[in-house]
């Protein structure tokens, strides 16, 4: 393992408690009341061709059109020479996108926890649960489980902070900038989201801790990053004067 990389990992933790604090403070409601029109009991951006659409299945199609690009030129790596070098980068790529999607998926599946549009405060029918209260105190009798946690369209962007990872292993000085791209997109992808009443912030959060991990320790098993070149020492005084 890539111990420079290791060292990066401390951002999982910070962000899951940075999520927590979203929920346990309310910090969740006082983002999406924002979003929220008390009045007409609805979310007024949800529904609409550049929320839906544009923002929300044009985002999905994106990945998804990366991830396939990433899958044709692995396969086809193996037989055009350009490529071959390339070939792990694509492998990795992909496995990020698949693995940060495919996590996530799963835990939506059984976290039980409901979207903000299903919830007694936003119109719908449930009552509100942080992840804690939820794992801590079941709840039965409500009808269906929810499967709103973590964010889901997130992790589509979010997985694309493999890009960061690609930039440290090939060219080290351009990956601060695509850090801050590749976290611009996995906000946009969670701002759609929280517009539309599909999810609170402190979802994305944990999904963005999801993938931060997992595109780091895949990158992390790869071979150490290249280190930046050592400063030539100067060539020694040739000596003149014969001693």
């Given amino acids: 393992m890539n111990p420079e990389l290791l060292r990066r990992l401390w951002v ?6 940075l999520a927590l604090l979203f929920q346990q403070m309310h910090w969740d409601w006082l983002v999406t009341d924002h979003f929220f029109d008390y009045v007409d009991s609805r979310f007024p951006m949800r529904g609409l061709w550049w929320s839906d659409g544009l923002l929300h299945d044009g985002g999905t199609m994106i990945v998804a059109g990366i991830a396939s690009v990433s899958l044709i030129a692995l396969v086809a790596s193996y037989r055009i020479a350009r490529l071959r070098p390339l070939r792990g980068d694509f492998a990795y790529l992909l496995a990020c996108i698949a693995l940060t999607t495919g996590v996530v998926a799963l835990i939506k599946s059984v976290s039980g926890i409901h979207c903000p549009v299903e919830l007694a405060r936003y119109g719908g029918r449930f009552h509100y649960e942080a992840l804690i209260d939820r794992l801590l105190r079941p709840v039965v009798g409500e009808g269906r489980p929810g499967a709103c946690f973590p964010g889901g369209h997130s992790s589509g962007g979010l997985s694309l902070l493999a890009l960061y990872f690609l930039a440290l292993h090939h060219r080290w000085a351009y990956a601060p900038r695509v850090l801050m791209a590749t976290v611009a997109i996995g906000f946009v992808f969670a701002l759609t989201q929280w517009i539309r009443g599909a999810h ?5 959060l944990t999904t963005a801790a999801i993938a931060w991990a997992i595109c780091l320790l895949l990158a992390a098993t790869r071979r150490r990053l290249p280190t930046m070149p050592a400063v030539a020492a100067p060539p020694e005084h040739a000596n003149i004067v014969g001693s």
């Fill in 12 to 17: 999982t933790p910070a962000l899951l408690l």
């Fill in 200 to 204: 609170f912030p402190s979802h994305d």
